[in-house]
Structure formats: structure tokens, C-alpha cells
């Protein structure tokens, strides 16, 4: 009897094997000749058309997500980069001839036209790495030319509030480098050192740590600024949050989508972000991420 | 004089940047879709294309298609797109291709300086 229940069955065997490494690609031997066994592989055959099925509309629909995000970013950023160019060359063309108050509000338009640009890259990072569209493209990068070319460029930003910028590498070897995304791995920097930057106050101090353990590549950013209110912790990695003591002019300036990306990029890492902040004193935020990380 | 072919269907972008090179001495050949860029590969001496890939006449891909099978001296290209990065990753890694830019995240002054790297 078992004998022949096995024999019977041996044709499921191997579909199901197969499907265990999802390869749903085989159909069921239905033998002409019915018999009891035959509403079972009948059972098979179609729970195996309608998991193709969803698996090709689920196919489709991330296509669709990859096209949609290709195309919202296209149209938004045209019209904007057209008009920063446009402006650009204006100022560029007529800085002599400009009555100084027309060139000043040119220069605030420009500004704001700069920031708007930004605004749209950072909701179309989150949109990708919610989507699961992201692709990451790992290379080994020197993270800490890295984070010294961030610090370059927040220089100017800094020295208008005369906050001091400090880097320490401490037992990092020289030229370390992890296998991580370049791009990914500023934008995750840029942001939280332009908000250590941003929340500070005169004369502050901003310091980066940079050490690595057996398994973990650990950054700390500190900051001397507005900290973060208790009641606000828990909200800071939601969407479109900005806490409760940030001043209205600097509100401004951002929309509450830079650590949201933050976090969904070391979540894609599997690593790990944690804050301390005191009021009034300032904020540490520590990212812990895999030396090895995995992509699949 | 070093010349430049620039590949782009939005005449604002393709006047401005026309421009602001003209001015730092390149010479630029203007085309306003793939097709037209194919037209002046086959003819003129190139030494840098600059070309987008979003356009209605034969779009960047296609152009990059046809310029494999023709450009002898195998000029090098300089993307500039305002697409995605997913898309950008398929692309950017092809021979050839020497950066990939995103339009509205760089200003010309950068832009030139970038341009000027490859060219000389």
C-alpha cells in the first residue's frame, strides 16, 4: 500500500521540490486515466497556475512602481533644473548690471530653487527605498573621504555660525574601506551632519567619531544645538516630522523626509541608528552598520 | 578648438549649455535628437558627446546602440539625464561612458568644470 502511494505520488514530489526553491515553472502528469488520485494532482496543477499568475502580476506591478518613479523624477526635476540654469546664467551674465536689490531677490529665488531640488531628491529616495525600487551599487568606498568631503562642503554653512567641525578616526586603519553604496552612504552623512549643523547654535561644536569593532562600523555625530523633546523622540523618523522647539525659519528649510531616508538606508544595511538628545544641549546620533553587509 | 556634440530635444537646456560652453571656447554641434546626433558622428571629428537619454526621436539608448557600430575613435559620452538611479545603474556601467550627471543636480559652473576633465 505504501508502496504504492509513493510511486503514485512521485511525480508531486519532484514539483514540490522544485517549488521549495520557487521554481514554479512545472506542470502536474495528469494521467488520462482518472482515478482517486486524480483530483489531487488536478488540486496541484491549478494552486501552481494561480501562484504563477500572482507571481507575474506582482512582476509587473514592480515594473510599473520602477517606471512610475522613473518618470515622476524625470518630469519634476526638468522644469527645475531648466529654471536654475536659466538663473544661474542670468546672474552670471548681468552681475555687473543688475540693480543690487533685483540681484538679491534673483539670488533668494535661486536659493529656494536649489532647496526645492533637494526636497524632490529626498522624496524620491524615500519613494524608491519604499517601493523596494532602490538599487544599490556597492563598491569598497573610503568612508572617510567620505565624510571629509561632507565636511567640505557644509564648511561655508558652518563657519556663518562659527560652529567647529572636528573628525575622529580613532582605530580605523588607514585608507579603510567598506562595501557599501558611495551615493547612499553620503546621503545618510549629508544629512545628519547638515542637520547637526542646522540645530546648532553659535559657536557650537559638531563632532564626528569614526571606530570599528569585530562585526561593526560605528559613527557618532554630535552636536551642541536644540536637542530633541522628550514627547517629540519617539516621532523623529516619521514622515514630514519636524520637532516641536525648531525654530519657524528653520522649519523651512526642510520638510522632514532627511531621516526617514536615513533610517530606511540602514535598515536596508541591517544596521542600526540610536539617538541621545538633552534639550537645549544637543544630540548624538550613533549608527552601527555590518562590516559585511548582504545584498541579495 | 575641441569639439563637443551635445544630444538634447529641450531647446532650453541645449541653448543654455550651448552657450555657457561657446563661451569657454568649445565648438558645439547642436542635435536636436538622437537621429540628428548620428547624423554629425558620421561626419565631424568628436572629441566629447554630451547626450541625454530621454527624447522623442530616437531616445540616448538607441543613439548609444548606433554610435557602438559607428564612432571608429570611440569618442567618450557624458550622460546627462534627469532619470533615476535605478535606470541610471543599467547604463552607467556600459563602455564608454564616462559619467552620468543628473541635470538639475549640478549648475553649469560645475557642469563645465566636469566636462573640462574629460576633454583635455
Avoid at chain 1, 552670471?92 to 548690471?97: D, G, K, V, Y
Wanted: hydrophobic fraction near 40%; charge should be positive.
Amino acid at each position: 500500500m505504501a508502496t504504492l502511494l509513493k510511486n503514485k505520488l512521485a511525480p508531486l514530489i519532484d514539483i514540490f521540490a522544485k517549488a521549495s526553491i520557487g521554481d514554479f515553472s512545472s506542470d502536474v502528469p495528469i494521467a488520462k486515466k482518472e482515478d482517486e488520485f486524480t483530483p489531487v494532482f488536478i488540486g496541484v496543477q491549478v494552486m501552481l497556475e494561480v501562484i504563477r499568475e500572482q507571481i507575474s502580476a506582482l512582476k509587473e506591478a514592480d515594473l510599473r512602481k520602477s517606471e512610475f518613479l522613473s518618470m515622476a523624477a524625470h518630469e519634476l526635476r526638468t522644469p527645475l533644473g531648466k529654471m536654475s540654469w536659466r538663473l544661474e546664467t542670468l546672474l552670471e551674465e548681468n552681475s555687473q548690471s543688475l540693480q543690487i536689490t533685483v540681484k538679491n531677490e534673483l539670488q533668494i529665488i535661486y536659493q529656494n530653487l536649489l532647496r526645492n531640488i533637494e526636497l524632490v531628491n529626498d522624496l524620491l529616495s524615500v519613494s524608491r527605498v519604499e517601493l523596494g525600487q532602490t538599487v544599490e551599487n556597492p563598491r569598497y568606498t573610503n568612508i572617510v573621504a567620505v565624510i571629509k568631503s561632507i565636511l567640505k562642503l557644509i564648511e561655508n554653512e558652518a563657519n556663518k555660525d562659527k560652529l567647529s567641525l572636528s573628525l575622529q578616526t580613532n582605530n580605523l586603519p588607514k585608507n579603510f574601506k567598506l562595501y557599501i553604496d558611495p551615493i547612499h552612504f553620503s546621503q545618510v552623512m549629508q544629512n545628519l551632519v547638515s542637520n547637526a549643523v542646522k540645530y546648532n547654535r553659535r559657536n557650537g561644536t559638531i563632532k564626528i567619531k569614526v571606530w570599528k569593532t569585530e562585526n561593526y562600523l560605528h559613527i557618532s555625530i554630535a552636536d551642541t544645538g536644540i536637542g530633541i523633546a522628550k514627547k517629540d523622540q519617539k516621532k523623529i523618523f516619521r514622515k514630514f516630522f519636524r520637532g516641536s522647539n525648531v525654530s519657524e525659519s528653520k522649519a523651512a528649510t526642510s520638510v522632514g523626509l532627511g531621516l526617514v531616508m536615513v533610517k530606511s538606508y540602514i535598515k536596508m544595511w541591517a544596521g542600526k541608528i540610536r539617538f541621545n538628545s538633552n534639550l537645549d544641549k544637543g544630540t548624538v546620533f550613533n549608527l552601527d552598520i555590518p562590516l559585511n553587509i548582504s545584498y541579495t | 578648438m575641441k569639439k563637443i556634440l551635445l544630444v538634447e530635444d529641450d531647446s532650453e537646456y541645449r541653448t543654455l549649455l550651448s552657450k555657457k560652453l561657446k563661451t569657454l571656447g568649445y565648438f558645439i554641434y547642436e542635435a536636436k535628437s538622437g537621429q540628428e546626433g548620428l547624423q554629425y558622428l558620421k561626419s565631424s571629428v568628436i572629441d566629447l558627446i554630451l547626450l541625454d537619454l530621454v527624447m522623442l526621436k530616437m531616445d540616448g539608448l538607441k543613439f548609444y546602440q548606433f554610435y557602438k557600430k559607428i564612432s571608429q575613435n570611440k569618442t567618450p559620452i557624458l550622460i546627462l539625464s534627469n532619470i533615476v538611479l535605478s535606470d541610471k545603474d543599467k547604463i552607467s556601467k556600459k563602455k564608454y561612458i564616462v559619467d552620468y550627471i543628473i541635470k538639475s543636480n549640478i549648475n553649469l559652473d560645475s557642469l563645465t568644470e566636469r566636462i573640462k576633465t574629460f576633454i583635455n
